[in-house]
């Protein structure tokens, strides 16, 4: 019987974690894949306080090392189902069951889908969904990124230090993404710009060879010869697992407050898959710390 059982080890989970066993309690956290979530993915980090500039994948490494080293257990198991049983929760997993006294749900969010044609098709075949795992793939090639938010603006500038050509595809006239990024994209002479289109289909023979844009409320459409395409249109979370235990809204987001609490009294949510106005690393820790301490003030309580 644990105290606490964090689901997910991203930058939420992992401090939860931390701040739950410095205040004494048994605390385990549950990964289904790697630690680190999305932040593995980002190349660069330049908007942490404190840190002006640090690989997506060395955070996440500092950030286990630093757990790990103050006794958090991490185990590497997909998390099936979560129960109340009475007082207590029971987390069902593929190896294993566990139960605890509280749980702090930090399993983020993924990359969403385009949803055309040939994207599943080709996936894995030059369809993408993290330019920094992928894109040495492409070096001195031309790909394709579809999105306007940070992630998209931070995969295209990633790429253009490498690929040869790099399409910017978004479906409105203007990024939602920061302005110093976009601002950043003129000075890129190898990024081009392709507003107010979306991806029709991915086609190719056995790998991508090229994408159909239409642009948007036309029927004029276009044809781009690409080598790969890197999808960033934002993400969206898995938590079916939880829904006979805590409110979920109809975008797949657990319902909570600013104090982390869900429908369900012990029960909390830190980071991306939480109802939020901001999803960011430093949005993100702030989540983690606050649900273990409510989750340790739940505990104390019902001693």
């Known amino acids: 019987m644990y105290d606490v059982i964090i689901i997910g080890a991203g930058p939420a989970g992992m401090t939860a974690g931390l701040y739950a066993v410095r205040s004494g309690l048994s605390t385990v956290i549950l990964e289904s894949e790697v630690y680190g979530g999305q932040?593995?993915?980002?190349?660069?980090?330049?908007?942490?306080?404190?840190?002006?500039?640090?690989?997506?994948?060395?955070?996440?490494?500092?950030?286990?090392?630093?757990?790990?080293?103050?006794?958090?257990?991490?185990?590497?198991?997909?998390?099936?189902?979560?129960?109340?049983?009475?007082?207590?929760?029971?987390v069902e997993a593929n190896d294993n069951s566990y139960e605890c006294k509280s749980v702090i749900i930090a399993n983020g969010a993924k990359r969403r889908k385009l949803g055309c044609e040939g994207e599943e098709e080709f996936s894995g075949k030059g369809v993408s969904y993290c330019a920094t795992c992928d894109g040495s793939f492409f070096k001195d090639k031309k790909v394709a990124v579809v999105g306007g938010g940070n992630t998209a603006l931070e995969d295209?500038?990633?790429?253009?230090?490498?690929?040869?050509?790099?399409?910017?595809?978004?479906?409105?006239?203007?990024?939602?993404?920061?302005?110093?990024?976009?601002?950043?994209?003129?000075?890129?002479?190898?990024?081009?710009?392709?507003?107010?289109?979306?991806?029709?289909?991915?086609?190719?023979?056995?790998?991508?060879?090229?994408?159909?844009?239409?642009?948007?409320?036309?029927?004029?459409?276009?044809?781009?010869?690409?080598?790969?395409?890197?999808?960033a249109i934002g993400m969206e979370p898995d938590n079916k697992a939880f829904a006979e235990v805590v409110q979920i809204n109809e975008g797949g987001y657990i319902v909570a407050n600013e104090s982390c609490e869900t429908s369900c009294p012990g029960v909390y949510v830190a980071g991306d898959t939480r109802t939020k106005v901001l999803r960011q690393i430093v949005t993100a820790v702030s989540d983690g710390a606050i649900a273990a301490a409510q989750a340790l003030g739940y505990i104390r309580h019902c001693k």
């Open 156 to 231: 295209a500038l990633y790429l253009s230090n490498i690929c040869n050509k790099v399409f910017l595809v978004h479906r409105r006239e203007e990024f939602r993404g920061e302005k110093q990024l976009s601002d950043a994209l003129p000075q890129r002479k190898n990024i081009e710009l392709k507003l107010g289109f979306v991806p029709e289909k991915i086609s190719g023979s056995e790998r991508v060879e090229e994408i159909l844009l239409k642009r948007v409320n036309s029927t004029e459409t276009e044809i781009l010869k690409v080598d790969a395409v890197f999808v």
């Open 39 to 90: 932040v593995v993915n980002t190349a660069e980090i330049e908007n942490y306080p404190c840190v002006k500039s640090i690989a997506g994948w060395e955070m996440a490494q500092q950030m286990y090392d630093q757990i790990t080293d103050a006794g958090v257990s991490v185990v590497f198991d997909k998390v099936i189902s979560l129960k109340k049983n009475g007082d207590f929760f029971t």
